[in-house]
């Protein structure tokens, strides 16, 4: 099986899956390589991909909060954030005016003005190339009056600043219930403890019958470490994070240069 990340892995920097690599991953397919999506991306904004790429089984969304079933629906695991504990990290983010964002299975709601929004939008318009649906998003008001206490399975929240990432990550690091990664440079990705894609994997792989050492992880930065020391096979991108290159066994080309589809290339001699 392949378990792909999505950004900076297996989209490149327009948010989409070039052809050529597009046509491997589906060559590997016909073979009987089972394929699946490991990302921090909410599900509303996997399904353009699940779509392109066929897959009609489980996937990973925020970074292992959510395992849904996409043949039928079904939540196969879900991690939401305890409310008290969110509410804790909200009224943190407020008092240091930091841009957060709270995830829902659904929904992501955004601060005012978050530079995050731009990337939702990105995305929205590759959705609708498609012929998919746009992703749905709410602005928050200043107290966040307007969330609806969905379940929250992921906050994202970027601290550029040093004092700010320090007083940010002081308080993650004294919440028992919450644990961080970084899908980029100071962006924390927030879940309930426990929660991470190498847990995730661990679902679906058990899902199809197929032992972790015959699962290949792809990905680029090091929210993917954990899926990394739980498989078999690790590739990580050109572009990849030094601490997640670290952990790989491989290291393709970049992103935007079908790094995923000349990896499997390389790969497809042993299936």
Known sequence: MFAFDLDGTLLNDSFDISKFTLGKIHQAMDKGVKVTISS?????????????LGIRGPYIASNGGLILNSADKTVL???????????RLC?????????LSLQTMKNIYFTRDNPRIARLEHYNHVAQKYGYPRAPMQVLDSDYGNYDNSPTYKVLIHAPEEEKFQALASFLDSEEDLVYTFSEANLF????????????IEIVAGYYGIPLE???????YDNDIPIFEKVGTT?????????????????????NNDGIGK?????????
Do not use: Y
């Open 263 to 271: 990896a499997i290339e390389k790969l497809s001699r042993f299936f």
């Open 214 to 220: 015959e699962v290949c992880a792809f990905g680029d």
């Open 40 to 52: 921090a991306r909410i599900p509303t904004m996997q399904q353009v991909f699940i779509g392109l």
């Open 77 to 87: 695991n879900d991690q939401p954030i305890a409310d008290p504990v969110l509410m």
């Open 91 to 99: 009224h943190l983010a407020i008092e240091t005016k930091l841009h």
């Open 189 to 200: 990705d927030i879940t309930r403890r426990g929660t991470n894609k190498g847990m995730g």
């Open 235 to 255: 590739v990580a991108m050109g572009n990849s994070s030094k601490n997640l290159k670290a952990k790989a066994e491989f290291i393709t080309d970049f992103n």
